[in-house]
């Protein structure tokens, strides 16, 4: 009775010397296979591609491979009896992979086996798991030596300021050191977004709000997509904004600290150090609300009240959608009395503008000095680095490379750390939302920076320099918006 086969195929962006495709070797293990008279279900072609068989996932150590494992199992199964592949290095470059076939052979008492084109991966005896062993090992170091290589190629690029190559940064041109103005004054006003103290709090404004800003503008991401709130906080933890370079070791997402830095880049930052530091720590926080609540879409809602005491928000008039009104909110259990509403559009329009000249007049003594000689950049980014660590620890736990008490009490200590640094944290000023303001000194230089405000931004500036009340209308009575509404600016601080 013919044998029945399986075949396996691989191909990995990380073996640059690599030009066969999958195609290719599909068709030479077809040949293989159709040589020796055995036969090939077409289920049982199994393609890798794209697939390293050396990196490994640093949660579980292994490598991620489905077709891999669903090979094994075909033959654990017995429901092939052989698994052919190119060569070792395409069945495994990670001796533990090797090993788990290896087992499976040899359980089998080699009823089943695995054999490759080129004779380095002949699983068909003793003599022939010896030679695979030693051709795995040598793939392994090949891998490593190869992952060495691009490590420090990186940190070189790094060091010297050039673009390491991929998809265009957000923010720069193809070259990956030419700013777009544009896009950098996004990345300005999304910086300047989480900066707010507000930031992550119950309805202040949320990396998802950013996000849902930016679409409401029409505003494209670098691949002409949509935002989405993780696509604004890969953007805003990027080095680069900072003019920083920086190199890590490992593969995947990673969060940099101030000791990852090895550069400087040839571009202006769009953000100081300092300021990325703090953005990195408010992203980097496992205690941020990830989900804050939906902050309202609407510049006024939440902010203007009612004379009862009530805030108002948006809804219809007398059902009608298209003239949205602030209307009061106070519920069933609201004073008695006439309630304040005020068209949306009118108020909106009249209460940006108040704002407007205020920010020309009063900015530079509205915004708050900061205090005292602390570093808080510097202090956040010690911050970010320490939970890092912890996050680290945890992960080293889960593997089973530290045991609890251990864990414990590093864990213990890294957090009386955190702390510390967080208590020193809490003496410095928060970032003033007027801080885009700072020396402008004419109505057109503040309406211009007011209109690359997202409506988050916007909410807060209105919130440090105005009250807003409506006045009830009365029946049969509609006066103008000026008449409808009392604003009271918030003055400077002596």
């Known amino acids: 009775m013919a044998k029945r086969a399986a075949i396996l195929a691989r191909i990995s962006d990380a073996e640059i010397d690599e030009t066969a495709g999958v195609d290719d070797q599909v068709a030479d293990m077809r040949k293989y296979v159709a040589s020796r008279g055995w036969t090939l279900d077409e289920a049982h072609i199994l393609i890798e591609n794209d697939t390293s068989a050396y990196k490994v ?50 359980g089998s008492g080699f009823a089943v086996t695995c054999e490759s084109l080129t004779g380095s991966c002949q699983l068909t005896d003793d ?18 030596d190869t992952a060495r290589r691009v490590s420090r190629a990186r940190q070189r690029q790094a060091e010297e300021g050039s673009f390491g190559g991929g998809r265009r940064p957000y ?75 920086v190199h890590k070791k490992g593969t995947g997402r990673k969060t940099y600290g101030p000791g990852d830095v090895v550069g400087t880049a040839p571009w202006d930052a769009i953000v100081t150090p300092d300021e990325f530091w703090v953005i990195v720590g408010k992203l980097s926080d496992p205690n941020r609300r ?26 219809g008039s007398s059902g009608k959608r298209d003239r949205p009104i602030y209307a009061c909110q106070g519920g069933t259990g609201r004073a008695p009395g006439p309630h304040a509403t005020a068209p949306q559009g009118e108020l909106d329009a009249l209460v940006e503008g108040l704002a407007v000249v205020i920010l020309a007049r009063d900015a530079a003594d509205l915004i708050k000095p900061s205090q005292g000689t602390v570093d808080a950049g510097k202090l956040r980014g010690q911050v970010a680095v320490l939970r890092e660590s912890k996050a680290q620890l945890g992960e080293d736990r889960d593997m089973g490379l530290v045991d609890r008490p251990e864990y414990l009490r590093r864990a213990k200590k890294l957090q ?25 000194e004419s109505e057109d230089a503040a309406r211009k920076v007011w209109e690359g405000l997202g409506v988050g ?5 209105i919130r440090a320099i105005m009250t807003i009340t409506l006045k009830p209308a009365g029946k049969g009575f509609r006066p103008s918006i000026d008449q409808r509404v009392t604003i009271e600016p918030i003055k400077p601080q002596s």
Request: with cysteine; glycine share 8%.
């Open 416 to 440: 009386v750390r955190i702390e510390d640094l967080e208590r020193q944290l809490a003496d410095v000023a928060d970032v003033s939302p007027l801080a885009a303001f700072a020396g402008v």
């Open 171 to 245: 923010g720069f041109a193809d070259d990956g050191v030419s700013p777009i103005e544009f896009e950098t004054a996004v990345i300005r006003r999304m910086a300047d977004v989480v900066l707010l103290p507000t930031f992550g709090m119950p309805k202040g404004p949320s990396v998802a709000g950013i996000a849902r800003d930016l679409r409401s503008d029409g505003i494209p991401a670098a691949d002409g997509g949509q935002w989405t709130a993780p696509t604004v906080r890969d953007v805003l933890m990027r080095p680069r904004n900072a003019g920083l370079m």
């Open 57 to 106: 996932d640093k949660r579980t150590g292994r490598t991620n491979r489905p077709k891999f494992h669903k090979a094994n199992d075909l033959l654990r199964t017995r429901a092939v009896d052989v698994l052919v592949v190119l060569d070792i290095d395409r069945l495994a470059r990670q001796p533990r992979d090797l090993e788990d076939t290896i087992d499976i052979v040899t």
């Open 290 to 315: 990830t989900n804050p609540g939906v902050a309202p879409r609407h510049l006024l809602s939440g902010i203007a009240t009612c004379p009862c005491g009530a805030v108002v928000r948006v809804t």
């Open 457 to 461: 931004t916007r909410r807060e500036i």
């Open 127 to 144: 003599s022939g798991i010896m030679v695979a062993r030693i051709m795995c090992a040598a793939a392994n170091k090949s891998s490593r």
